[in-house]
């Protein structure tokens, strides 16, 4: 791996930090105009790590099929869907459910992230597939 390629990945995982902390910062607001204080399921993480692995699996199938070479693979996947994803905040998101006592909603939740990321991975390497 060259330096460059590095650089490129390491702006793709902050572009996809960014996404992510807008997509937390626009979920938040909209609470707040509903009055809604405290999150009672964590939406945010589950939105953007749904979204990155339906990316993640549009761009591997892509990679498959040959339509995309191995860097934009490496910037697009290590960066931009690895910058999007987050596993530490699903595990902070599951203790503070668990602290709280909501044990069928933690499990729940464990239960949507593993099968929305799952399912829409490979439906989004299925969908690159076919159309490449």
């Known amino acids: 791996m060259t330096w460059a390629l590095a650089i490129a990945v ?3 995982a902050g572009l996809g930090s960014a996404a992510r902390f807008a997509v937390e910062r626009a ?4 609470r707040r105009r509903r009055g809604v204080l405290a999150a009672t399921f964590p939406w945010a ?6 979204a990155g692995s339906a990316a993640l699996g549009a761009l591997t199938g892509a990679f498959d099929a040959g339509a995309v ?8 996947g290590a960066g931009v869907c690895g910058g999007l994803t987050t596993f530490s905040t699903l595990a902070l998101d599951v203790v503070l459910l668990v602290r709280e006592r909501a044990f069928a909603r933690a499990a729940g939740y464990v239960g ?8 829409l ?3 989004g390497f299925a969908l690159a597939s076919a159309l490449a």
């Open 112 to 119: 949507a992230q593993v099968a929305a990321g799952v399912v």
């Open 69 to 76: 070479d191995a860097t934009w693979l490496a910037i697009g």
């Open 27 to 30: 979920l938040a607001a909209a």
């Open 10 to 12: 390491g702006v793709g």
């Open 45 to 50: 993480t589950l939105v953007v790590n749904a």
């Open 121 to 123: 991975f490979a439906l």
